[in-house]
């Protein structure tokens, strides 16, 4: 049974082969490799450290890694392409020098990495401002790498001051769609495309508003945009305001998250516990939710409701 709704199933011409989700959301490991990320930052100090963490990840069914240089989590300050690119290049030629058979995908604002990762062998440009770096079209042109373009409101250093929207699904479909447009004119593919609301940047959370809920929920509306569709709500702090769970503490409100991304048609779903996820994943890749719809009108036992 194929889980979820989408109806752009994902397909991506990377340079060394074609990736595709068939019956689940593929799971994208992340790999920080980063002093300060909110979650697993100065876990991998060492360069080996973090190859053998990307290593660990495949043994536990990640479908792609996605290597971070820069933290972009609330507040964080912006890094220099100089010190991104000492943090990834590193791991990235390790990686290849061991035979890593995953595909990679390099998380950066900055074409001048992006570039540089792409040469030494990642597939996928992950970027979270959406092409706002003028270089980065160049560099998809060139490569012919596909790219996640996410949506933010704002960016990392104050995106969480004072987000505010009318009506936070249109207008991120509308921002999203945006970005698409230019770089299909610039002369992306669209199918080299993948799109994802980017849930806890600059979204409101806590006090009454939760658009990252609102966002989830309403996930399958985004399918409009004609492109698989990623999320990554793994760890983030709309889990902590919605629980009080510390972030060393957020692991099943991640899977939650995780499986209602799948249900609703997420192609790719980008986690920091990877093992967790393809567990979660495959038992609800073998259920049949169509099924449900039986629940209210099958055997009615009225013993049941008696006090
Ligand atoms: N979230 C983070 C980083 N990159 N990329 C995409 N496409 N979507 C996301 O939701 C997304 C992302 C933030 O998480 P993390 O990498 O764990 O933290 P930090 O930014 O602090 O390194």
Known sequence: MALGLSPVPLRLRLHDRVLVATDRPLVMGVLNVTPDSFSDGGRHPTAESAVARAFHMAKEGADLIDIGGESTRPGAEPVTVEEETRRVLPILERLLEAGFSLPVSVDTRHAATARLALDRGAHIVNDVSALSDPGMVSVLLDSGAPAVLMHMQGEPRTMQAEPAYRDVVEEVMEGLAEKRDAAVEAGVSPGAIVLDPGLGFGKRTGGGAEDNCVLL???????????????????????????????????????????????????????????????????????????????????????VQKP
């Open 217 to 303: 929920s309403r996930l399958p509306r985004l399918h409009a945009l004609g492109h698989p569709l990623l999320v990554g709500a793994s760890r983030k702090r709309f889990i902590g305001n919605l629980t009080g769970a510390p972030v060393e503490s957020r692991m099943p409100g991640s899977l939650a998250a995780a499986l209602a991304a799948a249900w609703a048609g997420a192609a790719i779903v980008r986690v920091h516990d990877v093992a967790e996820t393809v567990q979660a994943l495959s038992v609800a890749a073998a259920l049949d939710p169509s099924d449900w719809s039986t629940r209210w009108h099958g055997d009615h036992d009225p013993q």
